[in-house]
C-alpha cells in the first residue's frame, strides 16, 4: 500500500529570511529605477560653467572686502601714528610744567611776589615781578594747551578705536566669502573631475576656440569712443582675448573681470580701482542707450564688470575656466548701468 507523506513546511525563521531578502530586492531594484541617471558630459559642463559664474561673483566680492580691509588698515595705521606724536606733545609739554614747577620748589616754596618783595636787592625787584607775571602767563597757557592736545587725542583713540571695530567686522566678511569663494571652486573642480582627460582637453580647446571665434566673428559697427582714454582702454584690452581668467589676475597674462578693466585703463595712463564695487565710482553713470566703446559695463548687481565694445556686445573676462572673449550683452546677465571714466 502507497504511503502518503504531507509534504514537509519550511520553517518558520527560512519563510522570514525568503520574505525580507525578497523585500530587499523588491527595494534594491526600485531605487536602482528611480536613481538618477550619469549626468552626460554636456550637463556636466553646464554645471562647472554655472559654479564657476558663481565663484567669479563671490571673488569679486572677496576682492572688495579685501581692498576695504587695506584701506582700513591703513586708515588706522595713519590715526595710530597721530595718536602716538600727541602723546609725545602732551608729555613734553607737561615736562616743560614739571621744570618750571620744580624750579619754585627749590625757591622755599613760598609766594614768589612775596620772596621778591624781601629780596636783599630791591633794586631789582621790578625787573623780576615782571618775570614772574610772564611765568604765570607762560604756564597758563601750556596748560591750555595740554588740555586741548589731551581733548584731540581722545577723539583720534577714539576713531582709531572704530576703525579697529571695523576692521576686526571686515575681516570676519572676508573669511566667509573667501570660504563661498573656495566651496564654488572645489565643488566645479569635483564634478570637472567626473571627466576623462580626453573630455577636459575637448572643453579646454572649446572654450579658447569660442573667445578667438567670438573675436573673429564680432561684428562692433562703427561707434565712435566717447573719449581717447576708452578707446585706448578698449584696444588695449582686445589684445588680450584669449588670456585665460584668473582669479585675482590683474595681468598682463591672466585676469579677472575687474583686474582686466583697471589693466586696460592704466594702458590708456587711467588709474581706476580695483574692484567692480569701487569701480562704479570710478566715473560718471549712465543709461544703456548711451553707451560709447571704452564705457565701464556692470551687471548681476555690480558683481560682474566688462568694456563696452560697440553694437551691444562686451569684451570681457567672464568667470573662472574661460578666456577673454566678446560677448552679446544680452547673455552675460541683469545690465545695472554703465560708468563713463573721466
Known amino acids: 500500500m502507497a504511503s502518503h507523506r504531507r509534504p514537509k513546511q519550511p520553517s518558520r525563521a527560512r519563510v522570514t529570511v525568503l520574505t525580507a531578502t525578497a523585500a530587499a530586492a523588491v527595494a534594491l531594484s526600485s531605487q536602482a529605477a528611480q536613481a538618477d541617471p550619469k549626468p552626460s558630459k554636456s550637463e556636466v559642463?553646464?554645471?562647472?560653467?554655472?559654479?564657476?559664474?558663481?565663484?567669479?561673483?563671490?571673488?569679486?566680492?572677496?576682492?572688495?572686502?579685501?581692498?576695504?580691509?587695506?584701506k582700513l588698515e591703513k586708515e588706522v595705521g595713519a590715526l595710530q601714528d597721530k595718536v602716538a606724536r600727541g602723546?609725545?606733545?602732551?608729555?613734553?609739554?607737561?615736562?616743560g610744567l614739571g621744570s618750571l614747577a620744580a624750579a619754585q620748589y627749590r625757591s622755599g616754596g613760598i609766594d614768589p611776589s612775596v620772596q621778591l618783595f624781601l629780596s636783599s636787592n630791591p633794586d631789582t625787584y621790578l625787573d623780576e615781578a615782571s618775570a614772574l607775571d610772564q611765568l604765570t602767563a607762560k604756564q597758563t597757557e601750556t596748560l591750555q594747551k595740554i588740555q586741548?592736545?589731551?581733548?584731540?587725542?581722545?577723539?583720534?583713540?577714539?576713531?582709531?578705536?572704530?576703525?579697529?571695530?571695523?576692521?576686526?567686522?571686515?575681516?570676519?566678511?572676508?573669511?566667509?566669502?573667501?570660504?563661498?569663494?573656495?566651496d564654488?571652486?572645489?565643488?566645479?573642480?569635483?564634478?570637472?573631475?567626473?571627466?576623462?582627460?580626453?573630455?577636459?582637453?575637448k572643453f579646454r580647446e572649446q572654450e579658447q576656440r569660442a573667445s578667438r571665434d567670438a573675436g573673429d566673428r564680432v561684428e562692433l559697427g562703427k561707434e565712435v569712443p566717447a573719449s581717447s582714454w576708452g578707446a585706448a582702454a578698449l584696444s588695449a584690452a582686445s589684445s588680450k582675448v584669449g588670456k585665460p581668467y584668473v582669479r585675482g589676475g590683474t595681468g598682463p597674462d591672466a585676469f579677472d573681470c575687474s583686474g582686466l578693466t583697471q589693466w586696460a585703463y592704466a594702458q590708456a595712463n587711467v588709474q581706476i580701482s580695483r574692484v567692480t564695487y569701487t569701480q562704479?565710482?570710478?566715473?560718471?553713470?549712465?543709461?544703456?542707450?548711451?553707451?560709447?566703446?571704452?564705457?565701464?559695463?556692470?551687471?548681476?548687481?555690480?558683481?560682474?564688470?566688462?568694456?563696452?565694445?560697440?553694437?551691444?556686445?562686451?569684451?570681457h573676462a567672464p568667470y573662472p575656466g574661460t578666456f577673454v572673449r566678446y560677448e552679446s550683452m544680452n547673455t552675460i546677465g541683469s545690465f545695472q548701468f554703465g560708468v563713463r571714466v573721466g
Do not use: C, M, W
Not at 602723546?87 to 615736562?95: A, G, M, P, V
Not at 571652486?185 to 573631475?193: D, I, T
Not at 566703446?293 to 562686451?314: E, I, K, Q, R, W
Open 45 to 70: 559642463k553646464a554645471k562647472v560653467d554655472k559654479l564657476n559664474h558663481e565663484a567669479g561673483v563671490a571673488n569679486e566680492q572677496y576682492n572688495g572686502a579685501k581692498e576695504k580691509q587695506k
Open 87 to 95: 602723546q609725545q606733545e602732551i608729555n613734553n609739554l607737561r615736562n
Open 148 to 182: 586741548e592736545k589731551q581733548r584731540s587725542l581722545a577723539q583720534k583713540r577714539k576713531e582709531a578705536q572704530d576703525k579697529l571695530g571695523d576692521l576686526a567686522d571686515i575681516r570676519e566678511t572676508l573669511g566667509a566669502k573667501k570660504k563661498k569663494l573656495q
Open 184 to 201: 564654488k571652486l572645489s565643488e566645479a573642480q569635483h564634478l570637472y573631475n567626473t571627466l576623462t582627460a580626453a573630455e577636459k582637453a
Open 280 to 315: 562704479i565710482n570710478d566715473g560718471v553713470h549712465i543709461g544703456r542707450s548711451a553707451l560709447k566703446p571704452g564705457d565701464l559695463v556692470f551687471f548681476n548687481n555690480t558683481s560682474h564688470v566688462a568694456l563696452y565694445a560697440g553694437n551691444n556686445t562686451v569684451l
